[in-house]
């Protein structure tokens, strides 16, 4: 697993909000892609609806796993493929080291996958020598500057062409341009090298399809399909709830696919890879190995609370409408998920304990669901982890909240059951706010914690001298006189 | 009118406690439009702020008390978009495991509106004969938009106030960044959210904008106070009260 | 075997997951249909009843799609024509990468007809036509075939390949991997030209997709090792959202449609 750092969400969102370059970069994308996607589905012929359909597909597909992913592994060994089930990100990352291993594999041309990104393939790669090149311009260019992906399908969006024309001076050797057609130019002829030499082809797998027994890659550089296509083996990885049954079906996730990653009909280029190449084929890989991920997966399943998680197929659509998301950037979200897919399945994959700042990081505007390709309700599932969160649950870990918490909330949930006692309180503090620091109009400046948070950059209102309750006994006792 | 209408007033508790005038405004609407307006004592609060922030028990607590008090109420009108989204949505869930509370949960839920959700949808009024002259923009709060889809309701009533000239601002679909507990908790990104949502008012050129969430009125009201901004805040039965003069709203 | 316990294992897990088995009510005919379902039928008749008229519209569309992706499209009226043009882009391009200009097309009947061996040749441009790689050769025999064959690609400015379908409404052309028809030759030079007839435009990958699925001249390959959906030249918006064609694949790709 790559190293987990969740805890930081609160630090490291401070950190994304006050860098300006990076503000802008997002509101441009989303203001590219959050209006458009909506707009995308709306075009689609069967409406979008279609979004509803896909769901149904995907919970069927998950419904029926077992089946699915036996009967891919069936057609795939039988066109002459390796399938490896492995219930661990170690098991996955082991797996591909062997055959590296045994292949004396040097080099590995990489296609964006975020699966591997979760697992942690690179590092173990690395360490035993092989140099793993990232191919995808957005990975390649932060993989060249040492950081992480901050955005599924954007992992670059945080750097700005300046940063680029810096680095591939230093790297790459190239004279000092900050022309984005001269840039991509040098990392093409870079990674051309790259590809024609490398011994290994890695790929994630955007969707499977049980029927015919193919997975599919997705990309619009054509950086997966030369990972897939040059080298002698190719390994994808993909986790195990990223297949539908049927053809047909894996139509409609694949349009809507497209549609919530990047407003396209299509990607550029879309593979469908079933097995090795065929005997008297000249090109293509020798060997192909298809490893499907569980880590964690299973768990998600088997609580009814969560299932319906694993029918996100990463498109990243919610991302590209999330209020935070767009304020804070991909890397506070300390795993290889960003924004609302990473609020709820990054603490259900690596610790819903440690993550509790994910889960209640939002404000539940509700924007992600309503743009999710796969119309996955991401709210509801934050409120369940909350939920997890205060009052525990053993199946994921969690203590039950203690404390100051706790207690407020059982103090309020008290006096919202007696009105009586309500409504003192109400009257007492309209008269002890009068201790509290004003701004204009009587709006509180400051507050005392656990509420200083609002006071931070805003003002409290004050609170009513009369609240509506007793305005309408007053009122109703004079129209009673009247 | 030969049926004489009647609704069961719930007043949310951010607008019993720190805007009365909006609930006001409310009966005076409903009272303009000759239906009778009902008030059960004893009101608090539906729930909400405890269930967004994981406590269910307390929530059930909350919403226990909010379906007995309305349980013989025909029409329950609220002028709040998050509590009705909570009282038509999760109270029902909350008591998925409780038959009888659910079963009350779901009637409840079934006749509970947002206010101008119910003067357009359900009164199919739209021109309330109020005025008010001010340019005024509108700011979609979240669970009423995207719990509720109501979006067009307000427009259409505020579109036919007298006086007034309705201007869209930049992203008005744009969380706020209130989020209940969450802008007490993680005030760096609420302010963060906020800070927008103030310039795109700005933007816009209103001199006043308007809502149908206290929540967020609230929290966009505290950053412009803050900021010593002149713009008014007020939620939309004020204005469609119209009796409000110009110069009756908080602010300075 | 070890993986095979694992595997065991790993399913099983999944089934525990999954929770009791509603054994009986698993939709297997559902989920793999062993019939084609009504809208199946209505596809598979789509395409088979297509009249000329519906076949001029799908032509409008496949134009209409293509200009956004930067797929250029040039409906030929006959071989000679399509020569022509094939010709002409061999003297207006130039290399990407230096050196002669080279071409490299698949041994395709189609392409064959184009004799542009001939012109070529004249004019001191080699072109390689790709071979399948014959069974019968040994192993290092088999592995310096594909390295000749892989260094020709990669040293040809333009690729020339067929197709075996192209869809209309996403500007797609299909290509399914067979000896002697390298995916590389659509992917490593920097200008892909792909040939097509007019009758093997369908509309949409619904239509690809019914066919790969139900129609017995391409069922029993199905989607087969590989199957390619290419829909425009390769293009990259990673440097501050500008849009660069040419990211890795080819910069520029042509699709020259012959009558039947
Ligand atoms: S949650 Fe939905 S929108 Fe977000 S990545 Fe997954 S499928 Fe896409």
New binding site residues.
């Given amino acids: 697993m790559s190293a987990v750092r969740t805890e930081r969400y609160v630090e490291e969102s401070r950190r994304g909000i006050a860098d300006p370059v990076l503000r802008r970069a997002l509101s441009g994308l989303q203001e590219r892609f959050g209006r458009g996607t909506a707009e995308a589905y709306r075009r689609l012929p069967e409406g979008p609806g279609l979004r509803q359909t896909a769901h149904a597909i995907r919970e069927k597909a998950i419904a029926n796993l077992d089946l699915l992913l036996e009967r891919l592994a069936a057609r795939i060994r039988a066109n002459g493929g390796e399938v490896f089930f492995a219930a661990t990100g170690e098991e996955a990352v082991s797996y591909c080291a062997g055959i590296a291993r045994r292949r004396g594999v040097k080099l590995a041309v990489k296609g964006k996958s975020m699966v591997t990104e979760e697992i942690g393939l690179n590092s173990v790669l690395a360490a035993q020598g092989v140099e793993v090149v990232e191919t995808d311009l957005g990975e390649y260019i932060i993989q060249l500057a040492g950081e992480s992906p901050s955005h599924?399908i954007a992992p670059a969006i945080h750097k700005t062409r300046n940063e680029v024309a810096d680095l591939f001076a230093r790297k790459l050797g190239i004279p000092y341009t900050t022309d984005p057609p001269r840039l991509t130019q040098a990392a093409r002829r870079a990674l051309r090298e790259k590809f024609l030499a490398a011994d290994m082809g890695i790929s994630g797998v955007n969707l499977a399809c049980a029927e015919t027994g193919h997975i599919s890659t997705v990309s619009n550089e054509g950086n997966i399909r030369m990972a897939t296509t040059l080298p002698p083996v190719h390994v994808a990885f993909m986790g195990l709830e990223r297949i539908v049954a049927r053809l047909d079906e894996y139509e409609i996730i694949l349009r809507l696919?497209c549609r919530?990653?990047s407003v396209q009909d299509i990607g550029t280029y879309v593979s469908l890879i079933g097995g090795p190449r065929r005997p008297g084929e000249s090109d293509g890989p020798e060997e192909f190995h298809l490893v499907v991920v569980d880590n964690g997966r299973s768990r998600l399943l088997a609580d009814p609370r969560f299932r319906e998680?694993l029918?996100?197929?990463?498109?990243?659509?919610?991302?590209n409408v999330c209020p935070v998301y767009g304020r804070i950037g991909g890397h506070a979200y300390g795993f290889a998920?960003s924004?609302?897919?990473g609020a709820?399945?990054t603490p259900l994959l690596t610790g819903v304990q440690r993550g509790r700042d994910l889960c209640r990081g939002e404000t539940l505007c509700g924007a992600?669901k309503d743009?999710?390709?796969?119309?996955?309700d991401?709210p509801r599932m934050l409120l369940e982890l909350r939920a997890i969160l205060a009052a525990g649950d053993a199946t994921w870990g969690v203590k039950p909240e203690g404390g100051l918490e706790r207690n407020v909330w059982r103090i309020w949930a008290g006096l919202v059951s007696h009105p009586g006692l309500y409504e003192r309180l109400l009257r007492a503090g309209a008269v002890l706010q009068g201790l509290l620091p004003r701004g204009v109009a009587g709006w509180i400046r400051r507050l005392p914690p656990p509420l200083s948070g609002w006071t931070q950059s805003r003002d409290f209102p004050p609170l009513a001298k009369a609240p509506f309750r007793s305005r309408w006994a007053r009122r109703r006792r004079e129209v009673g006189r009247g | 009118m030969t049926v004489k209408k009647s609704v069961t007033l719930f007043v949310p508790c951010l607008v019993d406690a720190f805007r009365p005038e909006a609930a006001e405004a409310v009966v005076t609407v409903f009272e303009r439009l000759g239906i009778a307006v009902e008030y059960p004592p004893g009101q608090t609060c539906c729930g909400q702020p405890a269930f967004n922030a994981g406590y269910r028990e307390e929530a059930r607590r909350a919403a226990r008390h909010f379906l007995r008090l309305f349980a013989d109420c025909e029409t329950i009108v609220a002028p709040s978009g998050s509590c009705v989204a909570m009282v038509r949505h999760h109270v029902p869930t909350l008591f998925e495991h409780e038959p009888r509370w659910r079963e009350l949960a779901r009637r409840t839920a079934a006749r509970t509106f947002e206010f101008t959700e119910y003067l357009v949808d359900v009164l199919g009024a739209e021109d309330l004969g109020a005025s008010f002259a001010a340019r005024v923009t509108y700011h979609d709060s979240c669970h009423l938009l995207r719990g509720l889809r109501v979006q067009e309701q307000p427009r259409r009533l505020l579109r036919r106030v007298k006086g007034l000239e309705f201007v869209e601002m930049k992203n008005a679909d744009c969380c706020c960044g209130f989020g209940g507990a969450f802008s007490v908790k993680y005030p760096d990104i609420s302010s963060a959210l906020v800070a927008d949502k103030v310039a795109w008012i700005q933007q816009s050129g209103a001199e006043a904008v308007v809502g149908g969430d206290l929540g967020c009125l609230l929290n966009i009201e505290g950053a412009l106070r803050r900021k010593e901004l002149p713009l008014r805040v007020l939620h939309i039965a004020q204005v469609l009260a119209g009796g409000c003069p110009p110069a009756g709203g908080p602010g300075p | 075997m070890a993986d095979e316990r694992k595997e065991r294992f790993f399913l099983d897990s999944l089934r525990r997951a999954l929770g009791p088995p509603p054994q009986a009510s698993r939709p297997m005919e559902d989920l793999f249909p062993r019939k084609p379902s009504a809208e199946d039928q209505r596809l598979l008749g789509a395409v088979s009843g297509r009249s000329e008229r519906e076949r001029e519209e799908l032509l409008r569309r496949l134009r209409a799609a293509a200009a956004p992706l930067h797929l250029q499209i040039e409906a030929v009226v006959d071989l000679a024509a399509a020569r022509a043009t094939v010709l002409r882009l061999v003297a207006e391009k130039s290399p990407e990468w230096g050196g002669e200009k080279q071409l490299v097309a698949w041994s395709h009947k189609l392409i064959e007809s184009l004799d542009l061996a001939e012109p070529l040749a004249r004019q001191g441009i080699p072109l390689w036509m790709t071979a399948p790689i014959d069974p019968g050769l040994a192993p290092e025999a088999a592995a310096e075939e594909r390295a000749r064959q892989r260094a020709r690609i990669a040293a040809s400015f333009i690729g020339i390949t067929t197709a075996d379908f192209c869809l209309a409404e996403t500007a797609t052309v299909v290509l399914r991997s067979r000896p002697g028809e390298p995916r590389s030759v659509a992917l490593l030079p920097s200008i892909h030209i792909a040939l097509v007839r007019r009758g093997q435009i369908l509309a949409d990958l619904k239509e690809l997709f019914a066919l790969l699925r139900w129609d017995e001249r391409y069922r029993g390959a199905g989607v087969s090792n590989c199957l390619s959906l290419i829909s425009g030249p390769s293009k990259t918006a990673d440097i501050e959202a500008t849009m660069v064609h040419g990211a890795h694949g080819p910069r520029e790709m042509f699709l020259l449609i012959l009558p039947d």
Avoid: E, F, Q
């Fill in positions: 599924i696919l919530g990653a998680m029918c996100c197929i990463r498109c990243a659509a919610c991302l998920y924004g609302p897919v709820v399945v992600c743009a999710c390709s796969m119309d996955i991401l």
